[in-house]
């Protein structure tokens, strides 16, 4: 079992920027990747960004070039730099680990909302 609290979440400006954390409770070299999905009512969960074991990132064609998915691995925490922020960014944003045969965990989720 793997405890993700994540943070970061809030009300920002179009255009504005927030950074998402996200601390695992685990060694994060444990798991075969880290990163964030978003979900809006009514709609799927989707990735937004996701970073492997081994350092490789992988970006929704959404928001690449305006987020970057980042980790500090002596505190096994990932981080979400969110730029450029649109209103279709609003969503809850969370926190996943897929630990192989482990499974996946889900962080509580943190609201952005971007609105003016």
């Known amino acids: 079992q793997v405890q993700l609290v994540e943070s970061g979440g809030g009300l920002v400006q179009p255009g504005g920027s927030l950074r998402l954390s996200c601390a695992a409770s685990e060694s994060m070299f444990r798991f075969n990747a880290m990163g964030w999905y978003r979900q809006v009512p009514g709609k799927q969960r989707e990735l937004v960004a996701a970073?492997?074991?081994?350092?490789?990132?992988n970006y929704a064609g959404s928001v690449k070039g305006r987020f970057t998915i980042s980790r500090d691995n002596a505190k096994n925490t990932v981080f979400l730099q969110m730029n450029s922020l649109k209103p279709e960014d609003t969503a809850v944003y969370y926190c996943?680990?897929?630990?192989?045969?482990?499974?996946?965990?889900w962080g509580q989720g943190t609201q952005v909302t971007v609105s003016s």
């Open positions: 970073i492997t074991s081994g350092g490789r990132t």
């Open positions: 996943h680990v897929n630990w192989g045969r482990r499974g996946d965990y």
